[in-house]
């Protein structure tokens, strides 16, 4: 998948956005961290699709956020679409995609905390 400097550049932000918003989060300034996952989650939507798997990024980080301030329904719905963008693409992606953008902090934090 090729991208161009002005999507590159969204991808950057859109990046950015989603770390800041997980340090908001983590100290507990959800509405400001949920303001960032929607400056992310737009600038994606805009410039590489709703499809697209840096989509299916935001939209877990963001899910997580929802469930922590009692918008859990949100948040499944919003983590089930996720989901489903990643196995739409998890076929076609390599392990040198994969390797070059790691999975969202957000996500391994998660792992085993069931």
Same mark, same amino acid.
């Given at each position: 998948?090729? *991208?161009?400097?002005?999507? /590159? ?12 918003? %997980?340090?908001?989060?983590?100290? $507990? !300034?959800?509405?400001? /961290? ?7 989650? $737009?600038?994606?939507? #805009? ?12 939209? %877990? ?6 469930? !922590?301030?009692? !918008?859990? @329904? %949100? ?7 996720? %989901?489903? *963008?990643?196995? @739409? ?5 390599? #392990? *040198? ?18």
């Amino acid at each position: 998948m090729v *991208i161009g400097a002005t999507q /590159a550049s969204s991808v950057g932000a859109a990046r950015s956005f989603v770390i800041w918003g %997980e340090e908001l989060s983590k100290k $507990g !300034r959800y509405a400001a /961290a949920e303001k960032l996952y929607q400056r992310a989650r $737009g600038l994606v939507e #805009r410039t590489l699709g709703q499809q697209h798997p840096m989509m299916a990024e935001v939209l %877990e980080c963001y899910s997580e956020l929802l469930v !922590r301030t009692n !918008r859990s @329904a %949100e948040g499944i719905a919003m983590k089930s679409r996720s %989901e489903a *963008i990643w196995r @739409a693409y998890g076929a076609g992606f390599c #392990r *040198i995609h994969i390797q070059a953008h790691p999975v969202p902090k957000c996500w391994t934090e998660r792992e085993g905390s069931d």
